[in-house]
T-cell receptor
């Protein structure tokens, strides 16, 4: 069985400051991990994915995430937040058959 | 461009009615999935299919059914709608091969209200 825990339901940051969204996972084997973003009233868009290659993964819009097996973590970061980053972010783990398990989501608010 | 579409985008129905939500993808993907999104739960898997005539139950399948008669479509049916099925429904598809590593492409969602 596998599961995902997003440690913060809401994160508020000022524009231009770093963003950190925390995710811990549980999996009985080496997982594939994803971060998806959902802007208001929109579908989901892939930010980045980890599939057992490099542990530091770069995604779109300046986001990156680091896979740490010893800590079972896959935290998402961005050095400088933009107003357009306001959205909900989901950490997701996949089994080998492509079934996804979603975290509960982190709502990001960016203030001017 | 390839895409995945859902219809209707918004639906209001009454308790006990049968409702079908459509999902159509032009990616030619083998794998298709239905999720529901509720506050505080992220997305939860309802049903999924790995190819024509293949269907499988997900985490929250009670009260829902799907059928896969071609590659492009996976309609989701609520046999007898209940207020607990008020939610936003997302369809997704992904390629065959290393399924666990493949990105899922999501439709825009259907907002269903059951009164």
């Amino acid at each position: 069985a596998q599961s995902v825990t997003q440690l913060d339901s809401h994160v508020s940051v000022s524009e231009g400051t770093p963003v950190l969204l925390r995710c811990n996972y549980s999996s009985s084997y080496s997982p594939s991990l994803f971060w998806y973003v959902q802007h208001p009233n929109k579908g989901l868009q892939l930010l980045l994915k980890y599939t057992s290659a490099a542990t530091l993964v770069k995604g779109i819009n300046g986001f990156e995430a680091e896979f740490k097996k010893s800590e079972t973590s896959f935290h998402l970061t961005k050095p400088s937040a933009h107003m357009s980053d306001a959205a909900e972010y989901f950490c997701v783990v996949s089994d080998s058959w492509g079934k996804l398990q979603f975290g509960a989501g982190t709502q990001v608010v960016v203030t001017p | 461009d390839a895409e995945i579409t859902q219809s209707p985008r918004h639906k209001i129905t009454e308790t006990g009615r049968q409702v079908t939500l459509a999902c159509h993808q032009t990616w030619n993907h083998n794998n298709m999935f239905w999720y529901r999104q509720d506050l505080g739960h992220g997305l939860r898997l309802i049903h999924y299919s790995y190819g024509v005539h293949d269907t499988n139950k997900g985490e929250v399948s009670d009260g829902y059914s799907v059928s896969r008669s071609n590659t492009e479509d996976l309609p989701l049916t609520l046999e007898s709608a209940a207020s607990s099925q008020t939610s936003v429904y997302f369809c997704a598809s992904s390629d065959l091969g290393l399924a666990g590593e493949n990105e899922q492409f999501f439709g825009p969602g259907t907002r269903l209200t059951v009164l």
